[in-house]
């Protein structure tokens, strides 16, 4: 895999997500430390002039007014003990290395006026694996320095690290991994925190999850239809070019393509019901909202979010508000509420596949009928699970309260829409395993049934990992095993690519 090259533009979320997760190498591109010297220069220009600087020469919040006195290296490392009130659970590594390389490719837009050695410092340390130990509360999403000070602590030697697999000092882990502490100049505490990375790169995951989660949808869809019989007629394209809302004609396509034979068979009904019928729809919504929130993510990612922010070639320090990111919890509260409903459409169809026998099944998809509780059961399961999903749509992005005498009087959140959607996202990916389940059972119980090829390919991935149902058994084992495949991001059977659904966002 070729190096990642930060050059002050162009990153996307594969790109976090193949930094977090695969250990991908970064680079730093051959103008980025030019654009952040000339920054730097005009930082120390601007301060050595007397102009009060936020964060440089001045206290930060409620403390704006108190002139910084004295040693303002010194003053950084102050600031970041006293930011340093995170709590909680421990980010994981990929959340941490992905907060880590969205945070670089926003400093190399060269808007912080972050010296060039500490820039460096971060780069050299996600390549060696060198992770803060982060916590995970504290931040209300006007930026999110005080998660974000385990990262500046550990570039000075403060704190603790995570490197290769062992919680250590920070120190100790620079040390074995042949990297010397950085040393602060005024304003690089306060560059390295007051952003959002801990958002953005959560969020880039996310949205990264969200994509891969969407084709196995389509997919659990399109072999519902099958096992069930169902109208095709819904994905003839005039329909939905008729009524071109967001999203529907590629949702339409996609499970056109994979229901694609040389000879449909004829449907048991003349109308499904909505969980169904309007699938396209549903998946549509979805779709647009994905490609809301990765346009958000991506904004982030190469913007220069810093306050405050230094414009290189206009020679100028200006105080913003760049750092604040209402648009970014819009998107994920948003996408939070697609997937709610994309979730409860896939339910709706588990239960119509597992009820008392429709279009011909068998009632609870028992071959053997009777007493046999066959699939009914998991109806309670994934009911629990959607009413987890439900609840975490709720909004929270307007859940905040005045702090630091009235100053910070506004937030966003941003920092819990993001992860309370990628929760969403591990829960619906459990309804996706339940559906696919349940309609690999209904084709196999549908006699005569001659598959599509792509739904072929997808009801023998599953039956590779789950048997059909004989007679009763433990089908929670069988869902378990079914979503760590979903989960494991190796699951690719129906030769439907995430890059047909990307090509609408």
Not at 285 to 310: F, H, K, S, T, W
Not at 406 to 413: K, L, P, R, Y
Not at 458 to 486: F, N, S, T, Y
Request: aromatic share 2%; hydrophobic share 50%; charged share 15%.
């Amino acid at each position: 895999m070729n190096a990642l090259v930060l050059s002050g533009a162009g990153i996307r979320i594969e790109d976090i997500a193949a930094v977090a997760r695969e250990a991908r190498k970064v680079e730093i591109g051959p103008d980025v430390i030019g654009r952040l010297e000339k920054a730097r220069t005009v930082l120390d220009k601007a301060a050595a002039s007397g102009q009060q600087i936020y964060g440089l020469n001045t206290g930060l919040g409620a403390n704006l007014g108190t002139a910084v006195e004295g040693d303002a290296s010194a003053f950084q490392r102050q600031l970041l003990e006293g930011r340093s009130g995170a709590v909680g659970e421990t980010l994981p590594v990929e959340a941490v290395r992905a907060t880590m390389i969205a945070r670089a490719a926003m400093l190399s837009t060269g808007g912080s006026g972050l010296s060039p050695a500490v820039f460096t410092a971060l780069v050299d340390a996600l390549n060696a694996g060198v992770h803060p130990v982060m916590p995970s509360l504290g931040s209300i999403g006007a930026g999110d320095l005080v998660l974000m000070t385990a990262l500046a602590r550990l570039l000075t030697g403060e704190g603790e690290a995570d490197y290769q697999g062992r919680r250590m000092p920070a120190a100790k882990a620079l040390t074995m991994a042949r990297l010397a502490p950085a040393t602060l100049a005024p304003k690089d505490g306060l560059s390295l925190i007051n952003a959002s990375a801990v958002s953005v790169g959560a969020g880039a995951l996310a949205v990264t999850d969200a994509l891969c989660a969407l084709v196995q949808q389509q997919q659990a869809g399109a072999l519902t239809m099958e096992g069930l019989g169902a109208n095709r007629t819904i994905l003839d394209p005039r329909l939905h070019m008729a009524r071109p809302a967001a999203g529907q004609q590629e949702a339409a396509k996609a499970l056109h393509d994979l229901l694609a034979r040389d000879e449909a068979p004829a449907p048991t009904t003349i109308q499904d019901p909505l969980s169904i019928r309007c699938m396209p729809s549903i998946h549509g919504a979805l779709i647009d909202a994905i490609g809301q929130a990765r346009q958000a993510v991506e904004i982030e990612l190469n913007a220069a979010a810093d306050n405050p922010l230094v414009l290189g070639d206009d020679e100028l320090v200006l105080s913003t508000g760049n750092f604040h990111t209402a648009a970014l919890s819009l998107a994920f509260e948003t996408l939070g509420l697609a997937i709610a409903q994309c979730a409860a459409a896939s339910a709706a169809r588990f239960i119509q596949l597992t009820g008392s026998g429709r279009n011909g099944l068998p009632k609870y998809l028992s071959p053997i009928g009777g007493a046999s509780a066959g699939f009914v059961p998991l109806q309670k399961t994934a009911t629990s699970i959607l009413a987890a999903i439900r609840h975490k749509a709720n909004p929270v992005m307007l859940d905040f309260l005045p702090v630091s005498e009235g100053v910070e009087d506004h937030a966003t959140q941003t920092p819990l829409a993001v992860s309370k959607c990628a929760a969403m996202i591990a829960l619906w990916r459990r309804l996706i395993a339940f559906e696919l389940m349940a309609a690999a059972q209904a084709v196999d119980l549908r006699e005569g049934l001659t598959l599509a090829p792509r739904t072929a390919a997808i009801h023998a991935a599953i039956r590779a990992l789950v048997p059909a149902l004989k007679q009763d058994r433990p089908l929670g084992i069988d869902a378990e095993a079914l979503h760590a495949a979903l989960a494991g991001g190796h699951w690719q059977p129906g030769l439907l690519r995430a890059d047909l659904v990307e090509e609408t966002l």
